[in-house]
């Protein structure tokens, strides 16, 4: 990745202020018979593994749901396959404590910052490269990432990281960090370029390295920097650096597309998730009416364009949160927010108005108006609520929004016994559930998410004319069916390391 001086030139041209549409209300009309329409309404300001994420921390200017975390490798490796994990778990914990999920990268050499490499590598010989760049001034090391002893610490590293965290439901992401400044996979300007040194880690440790996350991390979704084709055909996202700056096609052929068109991986978002951070020149300009100053020949300065490019989920804007947008730029930063990633809006409702059977057919049609999939299998869940907001009956179903692609929808039918539920009126709810014990829940885009009980969209009412004998948590068959293909990469991170089950469905 080229990296530029991290500092706003005063007296540049001011570019074009962003401009992201807020999403159009949809009709209330169903068109299918028997079926109530549900009311469209903006995509919620925050919904997990989506948005604009600060580095990890409390904050209140802004809303997220997830947090980024670096780690240098000396934190928890402490000697050949021998691991302390205290101080990950601690974050993780501090993380999952705000209900937020946690993105997180693993260093060797991050600029300005003492070294990442486990103490007992140094000890043994292993040969680094002092610099100057980049503000480090010799306080960390760029080390030879083909020396054998390394090339093993990460074998044995990547396996423990993931044989203890995957599936985590604390961790959103993990990215295939450690190589290069940053871990961004890259040594610029000791690239061997214009005479300079190649410092970067050679082909076959890149494979070795990227081989060993996928080997270790079957459920939750990784991600690497740069799009190649070393790692096209691999189950990997991508994470783009330099968001909105470095983004879109262009002439120059290493922008972030221009690679992922040379790796021929633009259909990749598909299924597994492009995030990445807003260059942090742009963060507290791009939303303004003025814009920001261009800062390179070839940049892109246009966020919607770059969104649309890449499909990209979530991105670190931690202007958002640290410093804070002002009144008149806040809404076009929220509404960038808000573009990333799935979009779910519940278009038609399947609630039988009076019933006084022992079990009742339900369902509900469901749109992604999002750029993206979502990537993870979690369940839909019902829950019958009274006039209290109480839950009086709630069934887990084997419905899956990461069935529905972005632009597609997907209808789910499915019988649930009201075993148990007493005669009277209630309304029937819907949530996608986080498995992070208090994390937030999906929410959909439409007028009746919240009404009935907070978390939760309110799919109709129905009155029980007799209660029914019996108790228990009822099951029968769920069942979907919609003119949407998933995208067929979905995992669900979850205590236990269990992700939920998807076919061979779950009853309700």
Known sequence: MKKTIRNMVAGMALAAAITVPAIAAAPATATTAGWTPLASAPEPQVNPLKGFIPFQGSYSKFPYSMEWSYFPLNAVMTGPNTFDWTAMDAALDDIASRGHQTALRFYLDYPT???????????GGLATHSYDDYGNNGVSVSPNYDDPALRTALDQFIAALGHRYDGDARIGYVQAGLVGFWGEWHTYPYNGDGGQPNWMASDATQQQILTD?????????????????????????????????????SSLGWHFMDNMVAAGATDKWKSYPIGGELRPELQSCIFSAAGCPVLEDGGDNDFAGSVAQTHASWLIDHYAFETGYSAADKPAALLGAQSLGYSFRATEALVPATTSATTVTVGMKVSNVGVAPFYYDWPIKLAYVNSSGAVVKSVTTSWHVSDIASGSSKQFTGSVSLSGVAAGSYKLVAQVVNPLAGGIPVRFANATQDTAKDGWLTLGSTTVTAASHGAGHGHGAGHGAGNGAGHGAGHAPGHGHAPCPRNGARAF
Do not use: C, W
Not at 217 to 226: A, C, E, I, K, S
């Open 113 to 123: 910052k003492p070294s990442g490499i486990p103490q007992y590598l140094l000890d």
């Open 213 to 249: 996350f996928v080997n270790g991390f079957h459920t939750t979704q990784l991600m690497v920097r740069n799009p190649n084709t070393m790692n096209a055909s691999m189950p990997i996202g991508y994470h783009d650096d330099s968001f909105a700056l470095e983004t879109k096609t």
